[in-house]
């Protein structure tokens, strides 16, 4: 696997990353394992990208996949738990960006969440600076992209989404942990009976592990929707665009889904039974 470090450029790039962390080692082709015992992280790169995960013990978060989704919206960006009925924590990180040695903050930020997911030790947010100017330089940003934007009443933006099964509408706001883009799914959790509110946490976590930068999340007033944060300091207007084309994305493969369940209570039991989940 050494000869493969030397002559592949990601895989490189992926090795000098993880290194930061201690020894890893390769398991196949740009893949590596980091740590031991029963559950040790496992990064994976892509071309542009760096994956790592690690198995949450099963007493160390709630057993249903709403508390679970919860607990997303205050992890740092970059990082997520997703996964069922194995629980993971991921991080998901540009590689193009932090395998530089002048990424700046940005990199900083992206590193964090992968040594969060290294270790398997959830980080959760701390109070940043004033996110203003870089909301107002995403919004032009995407506007000359194509993407149709418009200011918010209560402030931040708001943007129109592709999606298949109707209007998907994100807002883009500043938050401790970044810039946040938020797609809500359902409005308020506590008016959805049980069964339909469980199915729909369930789909959605085991969804995120086939997204890119999406998490599920639930936030404190019970809303349940799929989010972006990027961190502080990015330095280009790439980032942004990327998010919106991934939660796009995602609002086409889960939004029909997760209204479906929703609104059936016979189909959410169907469901919970076809992936067994206790009801």
Not at 232 to 258: F, K, M, Q, W
Request: hydrophobic share 50%.
């Amino acid at each position: 696997m050494a000869a493969v470090a030397s002559t592949d450029r990601v895989a490189g790039a992926a090795e000098s990353v993880l290194r930061r962390f201690g020894r890893a080692r390769p398991t196949g082709y740009r893949q590596w394992r980091m740590g031991r015992g029963r559950s040790p992280a496992v990064a994976r790169a892509a071309v542009d990208w760096l994956t790592v995960e690690r198995a949450v013990a099963a007493r160390a978060a709630p057993r249903r996949a709403w508390d679970r989704l919860a607990l997303n919206s205050d992890l740092v960006a970059g990082l997520r738990l997703c996964g069922a009925p194995r629980l993971l924590l991921r991080a998901e990180i540009p590689l193009r960006r932090v395998g530089r040695d002048d990424a700046g903050e940005a990199s900083a930020a992206w590193l964090e969440a992968m040594g969060a997911a290294i270790a398997g030790s959830p980080l959760k947010i701390a109070a940043s600076g004033a996110l203003g100017d870089r909301l107002a330089a995403d919004s032009r940003t995407l506007a000359a992209r194509g993407w149709p934007v418009s200011a918010r009443p209560g402030g931040g933006f708001v943007v129109d989404l592709e999606a298949r099964y109707g209007p998907a509408r994100a807002t883009l706001s500043a938050t401790p942990a970044g810039t946040r883009l938020w797609l809500a799914l359902c409005e308020d959790g506590a008016q959805i009976p049980a069964v339909q509110r469980d199915a729909a946490a369930e789909f959605c976590l085991r969804a995120a592990t086939a997204l890119r930068l999406v998490r599920p999340a639930v936030t404190g007033a019970g809303g349940l929707g799929l989010e972006i944060v990027l961190p502080p300091g990015l330095e280009n207007d790439g980032p942004i665009a990327l998010a919106v084309a991934a939660l796009s994305r995602a609002a086409e493969d889960c939004g029909t889904e997760v209204a479906a369940l929703l609104g059936d209570p016979d189909l959410s039991r169907v469901y919970l039974e076809t992936v067994h989940v206790p009801q």
